[in-house]
C-alpha cells in the first residue's frame, strides 16, 4: 500500500497559540519566582546589607551558619515547632473528623463541631491572634492571670510570653491548622461507601476494629499529604509567630525561617539573611519533592482531543 | 461527494505507534447513508472524527467535493454531527442550542430564531423550545441534538453513536425517523455504531472496519449474503456464524470440503483454483442455514441437541456430535413449530448453496462466489 | 443500647472539651468588643472609629473609611487580575497541546507546594529596583505569584471535567477553538471561576505580611494590614476593646461572605484530596 508523502505538520501559529495563553502567567514567575530564587543565591554569597554595597563574600555567609552561636537553639525551635505542631494538628483533625464523619455522622452536632473547629482558620490572622494576646496577657488583665487571681489573691501576674512563649506558638497554630487536615480527612471518610460498616457490623466488629481496619487505611494518602504539606508550611512560614511573640523572647520562639527574615528586614543583614534562606529553601524543596512523588503525573496531563 | 484516500492515523504518546486507522479508502456519493461498523478500536470513530475535523490524518488525504479538506478547520466543513452524549450545552435553552450553529455564522438573532423553529417543527420539538437541557428526557435529547445538527443545512451529517444512549424500544422508531429525514432532506449521512442490527438497517452501503482497515464495504444484503473475509463473516449475524474445520479435496472431477462428521461438495459453478486443493479452510454455515431433516439420509448429519434456547421468535439449539470426537458444537435456528427435547438426536441438512469456504490466511478470504 | 448512647457521650465530652477554646474565643470577640473594660457595663464606645479617628497608644491613626475603601479596591483588583490570569492558563493547560506542558505542569506544582515567601529577601530586592515599593501593584504582582499556582491547579480540574464532546459541537457548530472557550467552555466552568474568585477575595481581604513589608504609607492599608500594625505596634496590647472592635468590623463581614459561599470553600478544599 502507498502512503501518503508528508505526514500531518502543524502550522507554527497553530504551535505559538497556547503559549499566549500561558504567557501572562509564565512572565509573573519568571520575575517574582524564578529571578527571586536565582537573585536569592547570588546575594547569598555577598555581605549586602544597610549599605547597599554588594561584595562577594565567597561561602562566608554559610561557614558563619555554622559558627552562629544562636543556631543550635533556632534548629532546636524549628523542629521543636514543626514536629510537636504536626503531630497535634495532626491527631485533633483526625479525632475530629472521624468523630464528625462517622460516630456523628448525619447530625447537626458534628455540623457545628466541623464549623467551630473552621472558625480560627477563616479568621484573619491578625484577629485570631488577639485573643491568644489577651488569654496569656502577661498583666492581671490577662485572663488567665484573672483567673489564677481568684484563687490566689496575693500572688503576682505570671509573664506567660516569657516562660511558656514557645507552648503559646504551638497551641495558637495546632487550633488554627487542625482544620486544613480536618476538612481533607473528612473527605476522604465520607467517602468510605457505606456499605462497608454496614458489613462490618453484620460481621460483628467492634468500633476499634472498624477504625483501625475500615478507616484508617482509607486514610493513607490523605494523611501523607497533610504531613508533608504541613510540614513545608511550618517549616517555611512564621506568620503567627511574628504576631505572636516576634521571635522573642530572646530568641525563645525563632525559627530558622523567622530568622532569615529578622537578618534581613530587622537587622539589614540581607546577604546573611538570604543564605539562611536558603537552608528554608532546601529543606522545603526536599519536602516538596518529596509530595511531588505522590501524584501521578500521567493521570493528569492528558492530551488535547482536538487536533489543530 | 466525499473519498478517503489511505488514510492512515497514527496516535502518540504514550502507546507510541499505537495506529488506529491504517491506509483506509472509502468512497461516498452525495446523499448516501453510510455506516461504518465494527467492535471498539477497530478506528470507526476515528475516522468519523478526522472527517470532522477534529482530528488531523498522520498521512492520506480527505476530499468533499474532490477539495481537498485535511487542513480545513471543522467550523468551515459545513458538517452537522450529533454525538452520543448528545453534547446539547447546557446553558443555552433548546431554542439557542438549535440557533447555535447559526448564530455563529452570523445569522441575525431573528431569522436564526426562525431557521430554529423550522427545524424543531421538523423533529417535532417546537413545544420544547424554552427549556434547558437539563430538563429534557433522553429521547427529546437526541431530537435536539439532530434539530442543532441539521439547522444549518449541512452538506454532510456526521453521527456518533447517536443511539446508543436510547432504551430498546425508543431506538426502533428513532431509528426509522433518522432515516426518513435523511431521505427528505437529502443529506449525505455518515453514522458510526457498534450495533450491527442498526447499521444495516438504516443505511445504504455499511463499511466493516476492523483493526483500521476496511473488511468489507457494500449493500447490507451483499454483507450478509456475501461476506468478503472470515471477520465480516463471523461479525455479522446474530447468532454467529458456525465455523467448522475443513479439508478441501479433490476426487475425480469434483471438489469436496471434508470435516470430522460430514463431507459437502462444492457447486461446479465455483470450483475453487487448484492451488487449494489439500489445503485447510473454514466452513462458515449460518444457523438459520440449517434445517432439521424430516427423514434421516445419507447426506444427514446425525448431531444431538445439547441445549435448547427459546428466543421468542424462534428457538436456537446447540448441537454436539455425540461421542463428542469432532469436538464440534453447531448452532441452529428454527421456528417454533418443531417439538425437540435435549438429548435427542436428530439429522441436519445444510440449504443448498448455504455455505461460506474461508481460507486460513490472517485475512481469511472468501473462496467462494455464489450468484 | 445503653452502650450507644454511653458512647456518643463519650465522643461528645472528647469534642466539647477540645473545641472549648474556640467557643471561649468567640464569646471573648464579643464581649471585649462590646463590654467597658472597667465597669463591665455594654457600650459601643469602642466603636466609636467608624465615626472618627482614634488615638491608639499615643498615635492618632488614620480614619477607618478610607482603609476599607482600600481594602475592596485591592481585593477586587486581586479577584480580577488572578481569574483573568487563572483562566487561560488553566484552560491551556487542561486542553492544549505545547511542547514542554509536562514540564511546566510539573514546575507548576512545585511551585504550589513550594514556600514562596521563603524568596521574600530577593523578592524585595526585586521590587526596589522596579520600583515598586510602596506601590500596589508590587503588593499585587507578589501576590498573585503566590497565590496563582493553586488556582491554576483547581481551575484546571474544573476545565478537565468538561466533556470533550461539548468542545467538538462547538467546534463543528462554527467556532474556532478560542470562540468555543469564550461560548461553551466558560459558561461551564462559571462556578470554578466563582470558586477562585472567592478564594482570591478572601486571600486578599487577609494580606497583611505583603502591607507590612512593602507598604510604608499608613494612608494605603487594607484593614488587614492596618490590624497587623495595631497588634504588633507593642507587645502588650494596651487596649483590648478597640482592637477586638476593629477586629469584629473586620471579621463579622467576613463571615456573612463565609456562610454564603462555604460550599464552594469546600469544594475548592476538596480540590486536594481529589488526587489520589
Given at each position: 500500500m502507498?502512503l501518503a508523502?508528508?505526514p500531518y505538520?502543524?502550522?507554527?501559529?497553530?504551535?505559538?497559540?497556547?503559549?499566549?495563553?500561558?504567557?501572562?502567567?509564565?512572565?509573573?514567575?519568571?520575575?517574582?519566582?524564578?529571578?527571586?530564587?536565582?537573585?536569592?543565591?547570588?546575594?547569598?554569597?555577598?555581605?549586602?546589607?544597610?549599605?547597599?554595597?554588594?561584595?562577594?563574600?565567597?561561602?562566608?555567609?554559610?561557614?558563619?551558619?555554622?559558627?552562629?552561636?544562636?543556631?543550635?537553639?533556632?534548629?532546636?525551635?524549628?523542629?521543636?515547632?514543626?514536629?510537636?505542631?504536626?503531630?497535634?494538628?495532626?491527631?485533633?483533625?483526625?479525632?475530629?473528623?472521624?468523630?464528625?464523619?462517622?460516630?456523628?455522622?448525619?447530625?447537626?452536632?458534628?455540623?457545628?463541631?466541623?464549623?467551630?473547629?473552621?472558625?480560627?482558620?477563616?479568621?484573619?490572622?491578625?484577629?485570631?491572634?488577639?485573643?491568644?494576646?489577651?488569654?496569656?496577657?502577661?498583666?492581671?488583665?490577662?485572663?488567665?492571670?484573672?483567673?489564677?487571681?481568684?484563687?490566689?489573691?496575693?500572688?503576682?501576674?505570671?509573664?506567660?510570653?516569657?516562660?511558656?512563649?514557645?507552648?503559646?506558638?504551638?497551641?495558637?497554630?495546632?487550633?488554627?491548622?487542625?482544620?486544613?487536615?480536618?476538612?481533607?480527612?473528612?473527605?476522604?471518610?465520607?467517602?468510605?461507601?457505606?456499605?462497608?460498616?454496614?458489613?462490618?457490623?453484620?460481621?460483628?466488629?467492634?468500633?476499634?476494629?472498624?477504625?483501625?481496619?475500615?478507616?484508617?487505611?482509607?486514610?493513607?494518602?490523605?494523611?501523607?499529604?497533610?504531613?508533608?504539606?504541613?510540614?513545608?508550611?511550618?517549616?517555611?512560614?512564621?506568620?503567627?509567630?511574628?504576631?505572636?511573640?516576634?521571635?522573642?523572647?530572646?530568641?525563645?520562639?525563632?525559627?530558622?525561617?523567622?530568622?532569615?527574615?529578622?537578618?534581613?528586614?530587622?537587622?539589614?543583614?540581607?546577604?546573611?539573611?538570604?543564605?539562611?534562606?536558603?537552608?528554608?529553601?532546601?529543606?522545603?524543596?526536599?519536602?516538596?519533592?518529596?509530595?511531588?512523588?505522590?501524584?501521578?503525573?500521567?493521570?493528569?496531563?492528558?492530551p488535547?482531543r482536538i487536533e489543530? | 461527494?466525499i473519498s478517503l484516500v489511505n488514510i492512515v492515523k497514527d496516535y502518540d504518546g504514550k502507546q507510541m505507534g499505537s495506529r488506529a486507522v491504517d491506509g483506509l479508502n472509502l468512497e461516498i456519493?452525495?446523499?448516501?447513508?453510510v455506516a461504518l461498523l465494527g467492535p471498539s478500536g477497530c478506528g470507526k470513530t476515528t475516522t468519523l472524527m478526522m472527517l470532522a475535523g477534529l482530528l488531523k490524518p498522520t498521512s492520506g488525504e480527505i476530499?468533499?467535493?474532490?477539495?481537498?479538506?485535511n487542513?480545513?478547520?471543522?467550523?468551515?466543513?459545513?458538517?452537522?454531527m450529533?454525538f452520543q452524549?448528545?453534547?446539547?450545552?447546557?446553558?443555552?435553552?433548546?431554542?439557542?442550542?438549535?440557533?447555535?450553529?447559526?448564530?455563529?455564522?452570523?445569522?441575525?438573532?431573528?431569522?436564526?430564531?426562525?431557521?430554529?423553529?423550522?427545524?424543531?417543527?421538523?423533529?417535532?420539538?417546537?413545544?420544547?423550545?424554552?427549556?434547558?437541557?437539563?430538563?429534557?428526557?433522553?429521547?427529546?435529547?437526541?431530537?435536539?441534538?439532530?434539530?442543532?445538527?441539521?439547522?444549518?443545512?449541512?452538506?454532510?451529517?456526521l453521527l456518533d453513536e447517536?443511539?446508543s444512549?436510547?432504551?430498546?424500544?425508543?431506538?426502533?422508531?428513532?431509528?426509522?425517523?433518522?432515516?426518513?429525514?435523511?431521505?427528505?432532506?437529502?443529506?449525505?449521512?455518515i453514522i458510526v455504531t457498534h450495533d450491527q442490527?442498526e447499521a444495516?438497517?438504516?443505511s445504504?452501503r455499511v463499511a466493516i472496519l476492523n483493526g483500521g482497515k476496511i473488511q468489507q464495504y457494500a449493500?447490507?444484503?451483499?454483507l450478509?449474503?456475501?461476506?468478503a473475509n472470515?471477520f465480516v463473516?463471523?461479525f455479522l449475524?446474530?447468532?454467529?456464524?458456525?465455523?467448522?474445520?475443513?479439508?478441501?479435496?479433490?476426487?475425480?472431477?469434483?471438489?469436496?470440503?471434508?470435516?470430522?462428521?460430514?463431507?459437502?461438495?462444492?457447486?461446479?459453478?465455483?470450483?475453487?483454483?487448484?492451488?487449494?486443493?489439500?489445503?485447510?479452510?473454514?466452513?462458515?454455515?449460518?444457523?438459520?442455514?440449517?434445517?432439521?431433516?424430516?427423514?434421516?439420509?445419507?447426506?444427514?448429519?446425525?448431531?444431538?441437541?445439547?441445549?435448547?434456547?427459546?428466543?421468542?421468535?424462534?428457538?436456537?439449539?446447540?448441537?454436539?456430535?455425540?461421542?463428542?470426537?469432532?469436538?464440534?458444537?453447531?448452532?441452529?435456528?428454527?421456528?417454533?413449530?418443531?417439538?425437540?427435547?435435549?438429548?435427542?438426536?436428530?439429522?441436519?441438512?445444510?440449504?443448498?448453496?448455504?455455505?461460506?469456504?474461508?481460507?486460513?490466511?490472517d485475512e481469511?478470504?472468501?473462496?467462494?462466489?455464489?450468484? | 443500647?445503653?452502650?450507644?448512647?454511653?458512647?456518643?457521650?463519650?465522643?461528645?465530652?472528647?469534642?466539647?472539651?477540645?473545641?472549648?477554646?474556640?467557643?471561649?474565643?468567640?464569646?471573648?470577640?464579643?464581649?471585649?468588643?462590646?463590654?467597658?473594660?472597667?465597669?463591665?457595663?455594654?457600650?459601643?464606645?469602642?466603636?466609636?472609629?467608624?465615626?472618627?479617628?482614634?488615638?491608639?497608644?499615643?498615635?492618632?491613626?488614620?480614619?477607618?473609611?478610607?482603609?476599607?475603601?482600600?481594602?475592596?479596591?485591592?481585593?477586587?483588583?486581586?479577584?480580577?487580575?488572578?481569574?483573568?490570569?487563572?483562566?487561560?492558563?488553566?484552560?491551556?493547560?487542561?486542553?492544549?497541546?505545547?511542547?514542554?506542558?509536562?514540564?511546566?505542569?510539573?514546575?507548576?506544582?512545585?511551585?504550589?507546594?513550594?514556600?514562596?515567601?521563603?524568596?521574600?529577601?530577593?523578592?524585595?530586592?526585586?521590587?526596589?529596583?522596579?520600583?515598586?515599593?510602596?506601590?500596589?501593584?508590587?503588593?499585587?504582582?507578589?501576590?498573585?505569584?503566590?497565590?496563582?499556582?493553586?488556582?491554576?491547579?483547581?481551575?484546571?480540574?474544573?476545565?478537565?471535567?468538561?466533556?470533550w464532546?461539548?468542545?467538538w459541537?462547538?467546534?463543528?457548530?462554527?467556532?474556532?477553538?478560542?470562540?468555543?472557550?469564550?461560548?461553551?467552555?466558560?459558561?461551564?466552568?462559571?462556578?470554578?471561576?466563582?470558586?477562585?474568585?472567592?478564594?482570591?477575595?478572601?486571600?486578599?481581604?487577609?494580606?497583611?505580611?505583603?502591607?507590612?513589608?512593602?507598604?510604608?504609607?499608613?494612608?494605603?492599608?487594607?484593614?488587614?494590614?492596618?490590624?497587623?500594625?495595631?497588634?504588633?505596634?507593642?507587645?502588650?496590647?494596651?487596649?483590648?476593646?478597640?482592637?477586638?472592635?476593629?477586629?469584629?468590623?473586620?471579621?463579622?463581614?467576613?463571615?456573612?461572605?463565609?456562610?454564603?459561599?462555604?460550599?464552594?470553600?469546600?469544594?475548592?478544599?476538596?480540590?486536594?484530596?481529589?488526587?489520589?
Open positions: 502507498t508523502k508528508k505538520k502543524k502550522p507554527l501559529a497553530k504551535k505559538m497559540y497556547p503559549y499566549f495563553f500561558i504567557m501572562p502567567f509564565a512572565l509573573l514567575v519568571l520575575v517574582f519566582f524564578i529571578l527571586p530564587a536565582i537573585a536569592t543565591i547570588i546575594m547569598s554569597f555577598t555581605d549586602l546589607n544597610a549599605s547597599m554595597k554588594i561584595n562577594f563574600v565567597g561561602f562566608d555567609n554559610f561557614k558563619r551558619i555554622f559558627t552562629d552561636y544562636s543556631m543550635p537553639q533556632i534548629l532546636w525551635n524549628t523542629v521543636l515547632f514543626a514536629v510537636i505542631t504536626l503531630v497535634f494538628s495532626l491527631f485533633f483533625g483526625l479525632f475530629i473528623s472521624i468523630a464528625t464523619q462517622y460516630f456523628l455522622k448525619g447530625k447537626l452536632t458534628a455540623v457545628i463541631y466541623r464549623v467551630l473547629w473552621l472558625i480560627p482558620s477563616i479568621i484573619p490572622a491578625v484577629v485570631y491572634v488577639t485573643f491568644w494576646k489577651y488569654l496569656f496577657d502577661p498583666t492581671e488583665g490577662g485572663l488567665i492571670n484573672k483567673v489564677l487571681l481568684l484563687f490566689q489573691p496575693d500572688s503576682d501576674p505570671i509573664s506567660w510570653f516569657t516562660k511558656i512563649a514557645m507552648a503559646i506558638v504551638i497551641i495558637a497554630t495546632i487550633v488554627s491548622t487542625t482544620s486544613g487536615g480536618m476538612i481533607l480527612l473528612s473527605a476522604a471518610i465520607s467517602s468510605i461507601p457505606e456499605d462497608l460498616y454496614k458489613a462490618a457490623k453484620v460481621d460483628g466488629a467492634s468500633e476499634k476494629s472498624v477504625i483501625t481496619k475500615i478507616i484508617l487505611p482509607s486514610l493513607k494518602w490523605p494523611l501523607m499529604y497533610i504531613t508533608i504539606s504541613d510540614l513545608i508550611g511550618f517549616v517555611s512560614s512564621y506568620f503567627f509567630i511574628l504576631l505572636l511573640t516576634n521571635g522573642g523572647p530572646m530568641r525563645d520562639t525563632t525559627t530558622l525561617s523567622l530568622y532569615a527574615y529578622q537578618q534581613a528586614f530587622n537587622l539589614k543583614y540581607y546577604g546573611y539573611g538570604a543564605a539562611l534562606s536558603l537552608l528554608v529553601v532546601l529543606i522545603s524543596l526536599i519536602l516538596t519533592l518529596w509530595l511531588l512523588r505522590l501524584f501521578d503525573f500521567d493521570e493528569m496531563i492528558k488535547s489543530d | 461527494m456519493a452525495k446523499g448516501e447513508f476530499y468533499f467535493k474532490d477539495k481537498l479538506v487542513h480545513v478547520e471543522p467550523k468551515d466543513r459545513n458538517i452537522g450529533v452524549s448528545y453534547a446539547l450545552y447546557p446553558h443555552l435553552t433548546v431554542r439557542d442550542n438549535i440557533a447555535f450553529p447559526l448564530r455563529e455564522r452570523k445569522m441575525a438573532k431573528k431569522e436564526a430564531y426562525e431557521r430554529a423553529l423550522a427545524t424543531s417543527k421538523i423533529l417535532q420539538i417546537d413545544h420544547l423550545l424554552d427549556r434547558k437541557p437539563s430538563q429534557l428526557s433522553g429521547g427529546q435529547q437526541q431530537r435536539v441534538a439532530m434539530a442543532r445538527a441539521l439547522s444549518k443545512d449541512p452538506e454532510i451529517l447517536p443511539m444512549n436510547l432504551d430498546s424500544r425508543l431506538k426502533l422508531d428513532v431509528r426509522d425517523e433518522i432515516r426518513k429525514i435523511q431521505r427528505k432532506l437529502g443529506v449525505t449521512t442490527e444495516l438497517a438504516i445504504d449493500p447490507p444484503n451483499e450478509f449474503n456475501h461476506p472470515l463473516g463471523s449475524g446474530n447468532p454467529p456464524m458456525n465455523l467448522i474445520d475443513g479439508v478441501v479435496e479433490k476426487r475425480a472431477d469434483e471438489q469436496w470440503v471434508k470435516t470430522k462428521l460430514f463431507e459437502l461438495q462444492i457447486p461446479q459453478p465455483c470450483r475453487l483454483e487448484e492451488q487449494h486443493i489439500g489445503k485447510a479452510v473454514k466452513l462458515g454455515i449460518r444457523p438459520h442455514d440449517l434445517f432439521i431433516a424430516e427423514q434421516p439420509s445419507e447426506a444427514a448429519i446425525r448431531l444431538q441437541i445439547d441445549l435448547i434456547e427459546h428466543l421468542g421468535n424462534g428457538q436456537l439449539i446447540k448441537l454436539t456430535d455425540r461421542d463428542g470426537q469432532a469436538d464440534m458444537m453447531i448452532r441452529l435456528l428454527t421456528d417454533n413449530e418443531k417439538q425437540l427435547k435435549e438429548r435427542e438426536m436428530i439429522s441436519i441438512g445444510i440449504k443448498p448453496n448455504k455455505f461460506h469456504l474461508f481460507d486460513m490466511t481469511g478470504r472468501n473462496l467462494l462466489q455464489f450468484q | 443500647m445503653s452502650t450507644s448512647i454511653a458512647k456518643k457521650l463519650l465522643v461528645h465530652t472528647y469534642m466539647l472539651l477540645f473545641t472549648m477554646p474556640i467557643i471561649g474565643m468567640i464569646i471573648w470577640y464579643f464581649l471585649s468588643a462590646t463590654l467597658n473594660g472597667t465597669t463591665g457595663q455594654f457600650t459601643l464606645e469602642n466603636f466609636n472609629f467608624v465615626k472618627e479617628p482614634i488615638e491608639y497608644a499615643g498615635v492618632v491613626l488614620p480614619a477607618i473609611w478610607p482603609i476599607v475603601l482600600n481594602t475592596l479596591v485591592y481585593s477586587i483588583l486581586i479577584v480580577v487580575i488572578e481569574v483573568g490570569i487563572a483562566v487561560p492558563t488553566a484552560y491551556a493547560f487542561s486542553r492544549l497541546d505545547f511542547t514542554g506542558k509536562l514540564a511546566a505542569m510539573k514546575f507548576l506544582f512545585l511551585m504550589r507546594s513550594f514556600p514562596g515567601i521563603t524568596l521574600i529577601i530577593a523578592t524585595f530586592f526585586i521590587l526596589v529596583q522596579m520600583n515598586l515599593v510602596n506601590t500596589y501593584l508590587g503588593v499585587i504582582l507578589v501576590a498573585i505569584t503566590g497565590s496563582l499556582p493553586g488556582r491554576v491547579y483547581i481551575m484546571k480540574g474544573f476545565f478537565d471535567e468538561v466533556p464532546d461539548l468542545e459541537a462547538a467546534m463543528v457548530d462554527g467556532c474556532s477553538r478560542f470562540r468555543a472557550l469564550m461560548k461553551v467552555l466558560v459558561p461551564y466552568v462559571l462556578p470554578g471561576i466563582g470558586a477562585i474568585s472567592v478564594f482570591s477575595f478572601l486571600g486578599a481581604y487577609g494580606e497583611w505580611f505583603l502591607f507590612k513589608l512593602f507598604i510604608f504609607d499608613d494612608n494605603m492599608l487594607t484593614l488587614a494590614g492596618y490590624l497587623s500594625r495595631l497588634v504588633t505596634k507593642e507587645n502588650v496590647i494596651l487596649n483590648y476593646g478597640l482592637i477586638t472592635a476593629i477586629g469584629l468590623f473586620y471579621t463579622i463581614p467576613l463571615v456573612i461572605f463565609y456562610i454564603f459561599t462555604q460550599k464552594i470553600f469546600l469544594k475548592i478544599n476538596m480540590g486536594g484530596a481529589k488526587q489520589v
